[in-house]
């Protein structure tokens, strides 16, 4: 009985060492899988959440790019500036006529007649234009708008204070030549303005050719 007595409680305590062991280890096991487990759908969610991110970015990417473009469209079509306008562009904005002085050159004689209309930057920055003044021809019975002539127009770029000159050419009239044009005065629009400067007419009568298809009087583009 006392042997029985002894075994009994030898093999209690073995089971219950062994049931101690065996849960302690079952616990751990699953507990460290349960955790990479945890860590794994962690990981998943750091990974949507990181693409939705993206996805935020390349969203706003998107926008940024539909607004620089815009600008750059906006930026793209004051440098490359067509004939007869101004724009803003690498050299400063456009040349207004506020900021422009206006002069008249000598005239040149000969079988037909020119002079020089010399543009002075005034402002405090540089300017740009390209393409031809508008000029109105004006006498005591009406107005002449002037033809351009077959020259292509460059761009201009004025620093404060330097010029650039377009050029006038007109036909003078002489007795049985035809219809007399007494001009008394020049009306000059600089290149995609609407304001105009008036210059007194420096030359003699001209011959009035306002509905020719290829006129003697005509004026060339700034700078050319």
């Known amino acids: ?30 507990s460290g899988d349960g955790s990479a487990s945890t860590a794994s ?18 969203a706003g990417g998107s926008s940024a790019a539909k607004g620089s473009g815009s600008s750059s469209g906006g930026a793209g079509s004051g ?10 562009g690498k050299g400063g904005h456009g040349c207004r006529t506020r900021d422009l002085t206006f002069e008249m ?28 003044p508008g000029v ?19 761009t201009v770029t004025l620093a404060p204070g330097k010029t650039a000159e377009f ?10 030549d035809g219809e007399e044009f007494k001009a008394h005065s020049l ?6 303005e609407t304001t105009s400067k008036t210059l007194a007419w420096p030359g003699d009568s001209v011959l ?3 509905a020719a298809t290829s006129p003697g009087t005509y004026v060339g583009p700034v700078g050319g």
């Not at 209690?12 to 060492?17: D, R, Y």
């Not at 002079?115 to 031809?132: D, E, S």
């Not at 109105?136 to 460059?154: E, K, N, V």
């Not at 009306?187 to 995609?192: A, K, Q, R, S, Y």
């Open 187 to 192: 009306v000059v629009t600089p290149p995609g």
């Open 105 to 132: 050159g000598g005239v040149i004689a000969g079988d037909q007649q020119s002079f020089p209309v010399v543009l002075t930057n005034k402002g405090t920055t540089a300017c740009t234009m390209r393409g031809f």
């Open 41 to 58: 759908a962690g990981g998943g969610s750091a990974t949507k959440s990181a693409e939705s991110d993206s996805s935020s970015s390349d």
């Open 136 to 154: 109105d021809l004006r006498s005591a019975s009406g107005s002449w708008s002037l033809a351009r002539s077959g020259s292509t127009p460059r």
């Open 208 to 210: 009035r050719q306002d």
């Open 79 to 88: 440098e490359v500036l067509p004939p007869d306008s101004n724009g803003g």
């Open 167 to 176: 050029t006038v050419t007109y036909a003078p009239w002489e007795e049985g």
């Open 1 to 30: 009985m006392s042997l029985f007595k002894s075994t009994y409680i030898a093999a209690l305590a073995l089971a219950g060492s062994c049931l101690l062991v065996g849960c302690g280890n079952g616990t751990n096991g699953s």
